[in-house]
């Protein structure tokens, strides 16, 4: 897929909403992604996560490992594509962690999918589980970049099917605001 054809079933399936948001950063945007509402077609899932498989298909992945929530569905089929076992990592008293009885083999080759990154700071902590496990990180999968080049994961290389540039605003400093916009939290739950 390139990454025109991935914008174009973003929006087809209405993923990337245009409005006024605030995000869970606090700060407020004029775009937001809704990932699921592309993940909630499994058609489209499968296409998704061929096309990222396909970016790593050379690298001898042995397991694939994406974070909670969107990163299960990621996983499980990327790691279906790739022919490798799929798992992921969810929060423990606000550590992220392997549970579920899931393991890593030390020097297992390991390929890590997130569906959307901002700022990579889900990537970076599963990134130490694989390293703590024993695993060797080879590569990080993305759906969305929304970082503009800002999110970085030292020598781990990473590949995304969609870069966005995301505009976002200081909340005393919005425009939208100014204009009378009305707000929409994250999540699409009205204000």
């Known amino acids: 897929m ?25 700060l407020h945007s004029p775009m937001y992604v ?11 899932t499968e296409e998704l996560c061929k096309a ?23 996983a499980h089929e990327v790691g279906k594509a790739l022919g490798t076992r799929a798992i992921f990592t969810e929060r423990e008293n606000g550590k992220m962690t392997l549970r579920r009885g899931f393991k890593i083999t030390k020097g297992e080759r390991v390929l890590i999918v997130e569906d ?25 999968g993305m759906l969305v970049d929304r970082s503009c080049g800002k999110a970085s994961f030292d020598e781990v290389p990473y590949k995304t099917l969609l870069h966005l ?3 976002t605003y200081q909340p005393d400093d919005c425009p939208l605001c100014r204009e009378g916009q009305p707000m929409t939290k994250r999540g699409s739950r009205k204000l």
Do not use: C, M, R
Not at 34 to 44: G, N
Not at 52 to 74: C, M, Q, R, S, Y
């Open 2 to 26: 390139t990454e025109a054809e991935v914008k174009e079933l973003f929006i087809k399936t209405g993923a990337i909403l245009e409005g006024h948001f605030l995000l869970t950063s606090g």
């Open 34 to 44: 809704e990932k699921f509402q592309v993940l909630q077609h499994p058609k489209y």
């Open 52 to 74: 990222l498989a396909d970016k790593f298909v050379d690298e001898n992945i042995e397991v694939v490992v994406g974070p909670v929530t969107g990163g299960i569905l990621l």
């Open 116 to 140: 959307i990154v901002t700022t990579g700071g889900s990537i970076k902590e599963v990134v130490e589980v694989v390293k703590e496990q024993g695993g060797i990180p080879v590569g990080i």
């Open 165 to 167: 540039t995301v505009t």
